[in-house]
């Protein structure tokens, strides 16, 4: 896909057909939508059948066109259409955190009256954006991230009721005190517990052990529980003036593990190593001498599991090692918790505490 650097507010789209009236228009939230890419904002030119080559053969369509196939969003919001980068979001990085992260703040600051935003996202990484720019964004009003698992070229596309439905969470009024927000198939999900568990069901994105927070039935939204733990406004992180982020790589456990990958990581320079380690936070005996040649190198270990759900525990010797569990956090967002804590601290009691905290 072409990969458009430009961040580019476009001017407010005019409702298409009848004008509402201006009793209905006072009560419309203002939404701005961010095209960042992704299946949601991708059209095959193979036809309605194409699930599949759509991201490397297909059109980028930025979010004004993509508006503009979904006139019944007018009804909803009054929407602000922001251009940003369509990449595929396997693409995605601390660079396009960083500018999503300001794009965000520029809104806030230039557009007072907008109540939330809404940022349009490949699916492979989502959950990964969704909990960076929940443990940075510093501004009140909601986001929410929205993908789609067919394009909206395809038969039985998802992508229009899920940017309807985003829409209409972003511009709800208990939105705000959720943090980051992931909202497909009519469900709605927290930034820290969400996670791509199908590669092609509509059903893809779960959140293990808690579950969805809210969900949006015949257009209400409906919320039943609110995350807890330490995010954006009230986070110690911020990476709007952050070069890059600490290198931190994913180790994961198989049987059979001798610890080359542990050792290569630590050879290509990494200063933190998740490991999704066997379920319950254990280790093989190679990859716990591994890790310890690690720490001697200064290198930051942090145990999640492979398990896909559940705490990392960590038993006395691997404690006694400073190794930090990851809590309950997949690997992939607790990669992106240690990247963001190192840039702070590499002790262990203090990486700890951190783990415990968001
Ligand atoms: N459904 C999707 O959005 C996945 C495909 C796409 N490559 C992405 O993650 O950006």
Request: a neutral charge; proline letters at 4%; hydrophobic letters at 45%.
């Amino acid at each position: 896909m072409q990969k458009n650097s430009d961040i580019n507010i476009v001017n407010a789209i005019s409702p298409i057909g009848q004008q509402p009236e201006p009793s209905e228009v006072a009560a419309k939230p203002k939404i701005a939508l961010i095209g960042a890419g992704g299946t949601i904002s991708t059209r095959s030119t193979q036809g309605s059948l194409d699930l599949v080559n759509y991201m490397t053969d297909g059109v980028t369509m930025h979010v004004d066109e993509l508006v503009q196939a979904l006139p019944q969003v007018h009804a909803i919001a009054d929407i602000v259409a922001v251009k940003f980068r369509a990449v595929s979001s396997t693409s995605i990085a601390f660079e396009e955190w960083k500018a999503l992260t300001q794009t965000v703040d520029q809104i806030a600051a230039t557009q007072p009256d907008v109540d939330g935003v809404v940022i349009l996202h490949g699916t492979a990484t989502m959950e990964e954006t969704a909990y960076m720019l929940h443990l940075t964004c510093k501004v009140n009003i909601p986001i929410v991230l929205v993908g789609a698992q067919r394009p909206l070229s395809a038969l039985s596309s998802d992508a229009p009721l899920n940017l309807l439905n985003a829409v209409r969470v972003a511009g709800h009024a208990q939105t705000r005190g959720m943090g980051v927000l992931v909202c497909l198939n009519d469900e709605i999900h927290a930034a820290r517990e969400v996670t791509k568990a199908s590669t092609a069901r509509l059903h893809a994105f779960r959140s293990p052990d808690f579950g969805i927070i809210g969900q949006i039935d015949a257009g209400e939204v409906a919320f039943y529980r609110q995350p807890l733990r330490r995010w954006g406004p009230n986070s110690q992180f911020d990476i709007r003036d952050m070069k890059q982020l600490p290198r931190v790589d994913i180790a994961y456990a198989y049987a059979g593990d001798d610890g080359a990958v542990i050792r290569a990581l630590v050879n290509t320079g990494a200063k933190g190593i998740v490991i999704a380690a066997f379920a319950g936070g254990r280790l093989s005996t190679a990859q716990t001498s591994a890790c310890r040649e690690a720490q001697h190198k200064g290198v930051v270990i942090v145990l999640s599991t492979r398990a896909g759900s559940g705490k990392a525990m960590i038993d006395a010797q691997l404690q006694s090692m400073g190794m930090v569990a990851a809590d309950n956090l997949n690997p992939q967002k607790a990669r992106i918790l240690l990247a963001l804590s190192l840039s702070q601290t590499n002790d262990p009691e203090q990486l700890k505490h951190i783990f415990a905290s968001y």
